[in-house]
């Protein structure tokens, strides 16, 4: 017995050392380097009043050099909704930036009034650093900084004053950073964005065409040297009008963190204590409640229905033959048996055009067309026109075929015969003879066509 759970255990011990495994994204910490770049990407514009997410780039906002490019891995966050890109934005571990000037937008009359209308809408941006969405800090009524960690920063304001539109084109980037022991680098552990609304202008008049390299070294008037922005050295806004130029700018801000990378989603939850445990018991026990409710509502109707069927069943015990074949009748719901079980008109019309070869043809697509269909979960980069066609080709021809063999596995032969002689329909002499094939387990290839 022993010698048996000695080789068992050597066998078990050599098959996992040739086993690979597969990194999934965001489950593993990841350590950066003093310096090195740590990549924040832009997702759809989300609002709670349209429910309808919006590309981020669809704005006039900075884009990166080469443009955009998709940072997700497949299609599936198309159907969430979800369209993460890269940004043009520059971030680098324990490197402070102060007021750097991204780029410049100048707005045309359809980029002004759109972006004025997603402001009125309530749209919010929803950035990504380490797989950390952005949190967002403003001004409470009183005055007093507040940090909400769902649903990202908003993209503007509209005063109560008048209806004129101010979009947000600075952002203090704010991350938080732990080292833990024994390891080199640093770990991401929070992420959030200031965002404020500043009517950039250059010291000394310097227009800037957007394009030349002096804009990005010419000083503000607007920002002090070596100096993170502050909201309450604002003067004006930035206003949304036709022709304005939009100057877009940000600091980015590191702070060390003793709160582990294990637990960084913690303040996420709780919203930084603001939101007591006790509301997540109130939502279950809500559920449970909801599903008990009607559960017994379920429960008396049907309760209800069967104490008259049971009492009228308990009636006919006293009755003579033919009182009993007079209260026999059925009524109501329970004549549903003698609908299913009735056959069809016409055997023709009714096995191959409205029964279950249709239902069965139809769920072999539906699962089968997704392995055959497996380009569409590949990198788009990598998609070819190749693959697409001889996939869906492909698809096609094996739905077509595994739906015929397992009809004909189960149709007996003389169904089939009656088919072809007794109604009239018409059946090829080679599917016939496939059918005696496939029946008699004599191996076959599937037909071309």
């Known amino acids: 017995m022993r010698s048996f759970a000695a080789k068992a255990s050597v066998a078990a011990v050599a098959f996992l050392r040739t086993c690979h495994g597969f990194y999934v994204p965001g489950v593993k910490p990841h350590e950066f380097l003093p310096g090195e770049e740590v990549p924040m990407k832009v997702n759809s514009l989300t609002s709670i009043h349209t429910q309808l997410p919006k590309d981020f ?25 979800n369209k993460i890109q890269n940004s043009a934005y520059s971030i680098n571990m324990l490197r402070e930036v102060f007021c750097q000037v991204l780029c ?16 009125k809408y309530g749209y919010h941006n929803n950035w990504i650093i380490d797989n950390l969405p952005g949190a967002s800090v403003g001004l409470t009524g009183s005055g007093h900084h507040q940090t909400h ?87 004006d806004f930035q206003r949304v009008r036709p ?7 940000y600091d980015v801000l590191w702070r060390y963190s003793e709160t582990a990378w294990a637990s960084r989603w913690d303040v996420y939850l709780s919203e930084d204590h603001m939101v007591p445990a006790q509301v997540h018991w109130y939502s279950i026990t809500n559920s449970i409640l909801v599903v008990l409710f009607l559960s017994l509502l379920v429960v008396s109707i049907l309760v209800r229905n069967l104490r008259r069927d049971i009492a009228g069943y308990n009636a006919m015990a006293a009755l003579t033959d033919e009182e009993k074949e007079e209260e026999a009748e059925e009524s109501g719901w329970k004549l549903v048996h003698a609908d299913v079980f009735r056959p069809p008109t016409k055997l023709a019309d009714g096995l191959l055009h409205y029964g279950w070869i249709w239902s ?38 094996m739905s077509r075929w595994i739906c015929f063999k397992q009809i004909v596995q189960i149709i007996p032969w003389t169904s089939v015969a009656a088919l072809h002689t007794v109604y009239g329909y018409r059946i090829p002499r080679l599917v016939l003879l496939y059918v005696h094939l496939l029946q008699h387990n004599i191996g076959i290839l599937p037909l071309d066509g």
């Open 104 to 119: 410049q937008v100048t707005l045309t009359p359809i980029e002004a009034k759109s972006l004025a209308t997603h402001i």
């Open 149 to 235: 960690y769902a649903g990202g920063f908003p993209i503007g304001f509209i005063t109560q004053d008048s209806p004129e539109a101010f979009v947000y084109n600075h952002v203090n980037i704010i991350l938080e950073y732990h080292n833990p022991e024994g390891k080199e680098g640093h770990r991401v552990v929070g992420f959030a964005v200031e965002p404020m609304s500043i009517n950039h202008h250059y010291a000394g008049g310097f227009q800037w065409d957007g394009m030349s390299s002096d804009g990005f070294t010419k000083p503000l008037d607007t920002c002090i040297a070596n100096q993170h922005v502050d909201r309450n050295n604002v003067g």
């Open 57 to 81: 780039y669809r704005l006039p906002f900075c884009r990166p050099t080469g443009g955009p490019k998709m940072a997700s891995e497949n299609l599936g966050e198309f159907l969430t909704g």
């Open 360 to 397: 069965t043809d139809w769920c072999l697509r539906v699962c089968h067309y997704p392995s055959c269909c497996s380009w569409l979960f590949k990198p788009r980069s990598s998609w070819k026109s190749n693959d697409v066609c001889s996939g869906l080709l492909h698809a096609l021809r």
């Open 243 to 249: 022709g304005e130029n939009i100057i877009y700018t």
